[in-house]
Structure formats: C-alpha cells, structure tokens
C-alpha cells in the first residue's frame, strides 16, 4: 500500500513538472505565418481561401480524436470515461473540423473501446447535411473497427451507398490537386477494417496505408508533445507525400492514474496546439505538418489550423 501511495505521489510531481515544462516553452511564443488569421467562416473555410488556390497537401486538416463520442455511455456515470468530444459531427464540421475520427463494432453501432453510442447512420447523416449545405470543403473521414471488435459485415458496400456522390476515388494524384479540381467530390474515406479485405488501389474508398500516424499512449504532457516532435521530423514534407499523416494534440488516461476521465487529463496538453505549431517552425519541421487533432474541439484549435493553411496557400510558408 505504501509503495503504491509513493508511486503516485511521484506521479503527480511527474504531471506537475510536465505541464510546468510546457507553461514555460509558452514564453517563448506562440507565433508562425498565418497565425494571425481568423477565418470569416469557420463552416466554410477552405471556400473563403479559395479553391482554385488551395492544393490538398496544403491543407493543415483540423481533426477530432474518437469524434462521434458526444453521447458514449451513461452520462455522468460511464461518460466521462470514454468522452472526448462533446459536439454531434455537424456540429464539428460546421465548426471547422475536416477529418472526423469514427470506430465501429459489428452492428454498425459507434464505440469506444467496450462503451456504446448511436449507429453509424447519426455519423452518415450528419455528413450529409454538412455536404448539403456547403459547396467547396473536402473532409477526410475516416472510419476504422475498432480493437477487439468484429468488423461490420459488408461495411465497405454500405459507404459506397450512403456517400458514393461524393467519394473521391483513392488516388495519388489527388495530393497534389487543387480542391476545385476534385469537386464535386469532396469526402476521402479512409476503411480500416481489422479482418475485412481492405480497399484497393483506384477504389472509391481509401485503404489505411494513406492516414498514417504514431500514437503515443501516455497522459504525460510534454512527453507526448516532444514525441510528436519527434515522429513529425522524420516525415518527408507534405509536398513529396502520398499520405496524410497526422499528429494529434492529445494525452491519454492511463490505468495506474487516479484520473481516469478524459476531459482533465487531456486539459494538460489541450491549450499547446499553437505552441506545438511554432515549435515547428522553430525547429524547421512546418514543412510536414498536415491533420493536426484534438479531443473537445474549439474554435481557436481550427483557426490555428487555418492560418497555417492561408500562410501556406499565399506563400507566406
């Protein structure tokens, strides 16, 4: 019991001087090209910057980690363990977000790790109304089984009826194409499925191969924010890739914690998206940043996102 008690004391003085390590990186600025700008429409973005301009390995993609989990579980029972984000999906896209993060067990119901929420249908039609409403935004999504679960039985047949109108087809040209070039496709689904066969070049769906990432799995701040640093500058440059790779702005609850919800945890690194930015620049790895995601998405998260787009597409970056 004793050892056990020191252990988290020591755990505790861990999170404590990590948080300080980046408070204290804080100092030395959160500025880069575009940081400065706020887009006019958040619903709308890539529209505003104009789509003849804007390739899509330019594009800073803001993304949501387990996004369709406004409504897992049991509210203030089982909730707060399994919640990290606490809008719908159109809510998100409407707010800026274009590549959502969806996990699926074999009923075609959305999960996060053994907690439940509402069928895929919810996520589809959310995007559905997202699509109706805009004209010009390209979103990523993606949608994987998740581990330990079976995958939906012909799951990749369901995608193509439901969104087949605005499937951009796998395809390594699309990197380098401007938006307006796609449209009017504007979806990028990305299928992971754990058993099933997986897409095939030229498909309408897109296999796992071109989202890339490293997670981390730790809930201490600065570790995950220097591992991120670190799996990001051995990237190639977003200009000579044929993949998204993401990075994403979140630390995890881990089991010898005492915390254990989502939403104090991931407070520690939550405020650091546009340091994580700079610090790019500073150490000459901006060139590689492409989906960056959060857990509980806000405005200033996408307009970070943003700006580093606009630099981009006006050659300011």
């Keep these: 019991m004793g050892s056990h ?21 804080k100092t030395s600025g959160e500025d880069y090209p575009g940081s400065e700008y706020r887009p006019s429409d958040r619903k709308n973005w890539m529209n505003d910057l104009n789509p003849d301009k804007v390739h899509i390995n330019q ?22 363990f399994a919640q990290c984000q606490s809008l719908s999906i159109y809510q998100q896209l409407a707010r800026g977000t274009r590549l959502i993060d969806i996990r699926v067990q074999q009923d075609r ?16 039609n959310d995007v559905k109304k997202f699509m109706s409403e ?29 969104l087949g109108e605005f499937l951009i087809h796998q395809d390594d040209h699309v990197f380098g194409k401007t938006i307006a070039e796609l449209l009017p496709k504007r979806i990028i689904c990305v299928w992971k499925p754990r058993k099933s066969a997986h897409p095939k070049a030229g498909s309408s769906l897109w296999s796992e191969g071109f989202l890339k990432d490293n997670w981390i799995n730790t809930d201490l701040p600065s570790t995950k924010f220097d591992g991120n640093l670190k799996h990001l500058s051995e990237q190639p440059p977003v200009t000579s890739r044929k993949y998204f ?9 881990v089991a010898d914690n005492p915390v254990l919800c989502v939403k104090p945890v991931t407070r520690r690194i939550h405020g650091y998206a ?22 509980f998405i806000d405005e200033d998260f996408v307009d970070a996102c943003v700006g580093l787009t606009y630099a981009r597409v006006e050659g300011k970056a």
């Design 5 to 25: 008690v020191s252990k988290q004391v020591e755990r505790r003085k861990t999170i404590h001087t990590e948080k300080k390590i980046l408070s204290d990186l």
């Design 245 to 253: 790779y993401r990075v994403e702005n979140t630390v995890t609850p």
């Design 59 to 80: 594009i800073v993609w803001p993304g949501t980690h387990d996004s369709a989990t406004n409504k897992i579980g049991v509210p203030l029972i089982t909730r707060p």
């Design 134 to 162: 805009t004209k010009s935004e390209i979103i990523i999504l993606e949608i994987r089984t998740e581990f330990g679960h079976d995958d939906p039985p012909e799951f990749d047949k369901y995608l193509e009826e439901q």
């Design 109 to 124: 119901r959305v999960c996060h790790g053994i907690l439940l929420t509402y069928n895929i249908d919810v996520v589809i």
């Design 274 to 295: 546009r340091l994580f930015i700079a610090q790019c620049f500073a150490k000459g790895y901006a060139d590689r940043i492409q989906v960056f995601s959060t857990d």
